[in-house]
């Protein structure tokens, strides 16, 4: 889709262990440097299809509703990261932005994914690609680094209009010597485990701050649809044996997801 770094690669033994003992691996190469016009224009093109009145941040499944949103996760860099933590056989079940325009004051509270989330086994691996540089300025996404071993924490909910997710992980919780700012040039990605405590402050800088999730999981994981019914997965890479979840269509087109959950079928018309 875009050009590749000439820097991407395999991850390493050593890499694989840090992310089992750290929950994340971050400042992964993907796209160029010369990428950053057409991340931006990504960016834009997408998001501007959206009404004004819908906060892009509430809406997700843009996997299975843009074609453009679709091939970027289809990139064959990114899959190798993420099969090399997640073996050959894996699925997509999520995709979505998290925009931080500057002084928006938006603010992801701390939480584990895994808490939003009723998927067993809890074994989801999260993609965060940056369209834009990303660091402490611009409220780069933090995490607990090895909180994913602590089990789940409590989480309370919290609905003030500034906060991207309701649930909420009290401060006390955190051990603040293991937060780890994830900074990001663009077009490189961090990966974490769903079950690392992670978050992120409001943008108090004059730059946008804006990444792209993409959800993975192996073919193993099952989907509660009791508490999720639009839950669909697409094969990332490999056979799915299991057959746990219903599949979702592949986009033929571009259109636009409106809220947190859609059913594929929903965007066949936009087609
Ligand atoms: O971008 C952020 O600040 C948070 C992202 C997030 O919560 C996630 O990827 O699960």
Redesign the pocket.
Known sequence: MFKISENVRRLTNKEKIQYENDGYITGLPVFSDDTQDDLNNLFISLSSRLDASIDLNQTNMWHKASLTFYNLCRTPTILDYVEDLLGPNFFQWGGQF?LKEPKDGSV?PW?Q?AQYWPLSPAKSV?V?LALYDTDEQN?A?KVVKGSHNDGMFKHHTNKASNL??DQEVSNDQINKEDIISLNLKAGEISL?DDGLL???EANNSDRRRC?I?MRFAPVSVKADLSIWPHFETQLARGIDIYKNNPIAEIPRGEGTPVKKFQYSKEFVNQW
């Open positions: 998290f992801v939480h994914d999260t965060w409220a996404m991207v997710l974490h992670h978050g992120s990444g999730t």
